[in-house]
């Protein structure tokens, strides 16, 4: 009489191939949250450059922290890294006339650039030779 079920090597082939699948699901969702919370910066760098700019119109000279603008934000706060850190926001000429806002992006692309003191800008946060996506006037 036959043995009903499976052989060892059946089912250390079914258990290969789940493995192999959960190991190419893990990454692929580790990707997609990294892109997510790149996108998230890129919309509130944006964000804070448009509250910047109102402000700069009503007072006639950019703000200069970002706490300076938390009134122009839904949540009555600057926008914060999704990771919980602040972003690197500074003033870029002695008439407060320039501003660049910076974040460190996890998977950069096309769209970074590093830092370097030829910028202009003197970030305190961002340190040389890192990845950032800033915007500015």
């Known amino acids: 009489m036959r043995n009903k079920g499976f052989t060892l090597i059946e089912l250390m082939v079914a258990i290969t191939i789940v493995a192999?699948?959960?190991?190419?699901?893990?990454?692929?969702?580790?990707?997609?949250?990294?892109?997510?919370?790149?996108s998230k910066r890129v919309g509130e760098l944006n964000e804070i450059k448009k509250a910047a700019i109102t402000y700069q119109t009503s007072r006639g000279s950019f703000p200069e922290r970002l706490s300076d603008i938390a009134t122009y934000f839904e949540r009555g706060a600057a926008p914060t890294d999704p990771k919980g850190t602040a972003y690197s926001y500074t003033v870029?000429?002695?008439?407060?006339?320039?501003?660049?806002?910076?974040?460190?992006?996890?998977?950069?692309?096309?769209?970074?650039?590093?830092?370097?003191?030829s910028d202009g800008c003197s970030l305190g946060a961002a340190q040389e030779g890192q990845k950032y996506y800033c915007v500015g006037n």
């Not at 192999?20 to 790149?38: E, H, N, P």
Request: glycine letters at 4%; one cysteine or more; a negative charge.
């Open 20 to 38: 192999i699948l959960a190991t190419i699901g893990m990454v692929l969702y580790s990707q997609i949250q990294k892109t997510a919370r790149d």
């Open 92 to 117: 870029c000429s002695t008439d407060s006339t320039r501003f660049a806002v910076c974040a460190e992006l996890e998977d950069c692309g096309t769209r970074c650039h590093s830092l370097s003191a």
